[in-house]
């Protein structure tokens, strides 16, 4: 099965935007952190409710971004029984990851935006809860004295590699590549969330609906790719059955790992089949 290709967040005082955006991604992430003024966050919760329990198919790709604040006990109680993806976790450090995790029995996705969240990853990797990490890295940015991302992504580029690492020891999916606020340039945001998939990235969160679908694009495989990965599959079945250890495809030498792959971009041709979303 893909994990969520584009993660599209919306405030969560505003229930309209909050359908639209699991409509359109993969998974929405209600928002009742940053993007709820601190006065309203009571308001934030009784609207966010009732999206939630209307409808438990949508519900189930919505996941909540809570506090992480004297606000979560409240946000967590608000949550308790409801269906819903997972709870992304702000600011994630291990101390809050477990608290989190002794509240709700629902996947989290730890967001870390701090230097010891950073510095601490794969301990809050190994939370039994996690099921994702990525990096909100303009509060990052900020906690290490570094530049915007907007600016210089640069000086971040240890940071995404050190998430990716960490994930992948845990044996977690590959993170989501971090948002970008710039809505301007489209085109330079869909190559830019390509290159961010070499890197280790799968997929990315967004945080505007015309986002979505230039991620989903640059996740689609070329027609060349689906058709060379179609072979190495069939290859690796026929040899499985054969009890043949040895697999060449159009002269090439074909190990676990190119299989493995192969596997992944056939998942992600019949991507946009298998969620609705193009």
């Known amino acids: ?71 979560l006990a409240a946000d967590l109680a608000a949550l308790a029984g409801l269906p819903v993806a997972g709870i992304v976790v702000p600011k994630a450090e291990p101390e809050l990851l477990r608290a989190v995790a002794e509240r709700v029995d629902v996947p989290l996705l730890a967001l870390v935006e701090t ?8 301990e809050s990797a190994a939370v039994p809860q996690v099921r994702a990490l990525t990096l909100g890295e303009y509060d990052l940015a900020d ?36 948002v970008s606020a710039d809505l301007a340039d489209l085109d330079s945001y869909a190559t830019e969330t390509g290159r961010l998939q070499h890197f280790g990235f799968f997929g990315r969160m967004c945080v ?32 499985e059955r054969d009890g043949r250890a040895v697999l060449v495809v159009d002269g090439r030498m074909i190990d676990a790992p190119v299989v493995r792959r192969a596997r992944r971009v056939l998942d992600l041709a019949t991507a946009d089949l298998a969620t609705g979303h193009g």
């Open 143 to 178: 906690d290490l004295g570094t530049c915007s991302p907007e600016v210089d992504a640069e000086p971040l580029r240890w940071a995404r590699s050190r998430v990716v690492a960490a994930a992948a020891a845990a044996g977690l999916d590959p993170p989501p590549a971090p």
């Open 1 to 71: 099965m893909v994990s969520p290709r584009s993660w599209l967040f919306c405030p969560a005082d505003r229930p309209d935007r909050l359908r639209g955006a699991a409509d359109a991604a993969d998974a929405a992430v209600a928002d009742l952190e940053d993007a709820v003024h601190v006065d309203g966050k009571a308001a934030a919760r009784e609207q966010l409710v009732p999206v939630l329990r209307e409808d438990p198919v949508r519900a189930c790709r919505i996941w909540v971004r809570v506090n992480g604040d004297e606000h």
């Open 115 to 122: 230097a010891d969240g950073l510095w601490r990853v794969r």
């Open 208 to 239: 505007h609906p015309k986002q979505v679908a230039r991620v989903h694009a640059a996740l689609r495989p070329a027609a060349d790719e689906v058709d060379r990965a179609r072979k190495v599959v069939l290859a690796a079945d026929a040899a």
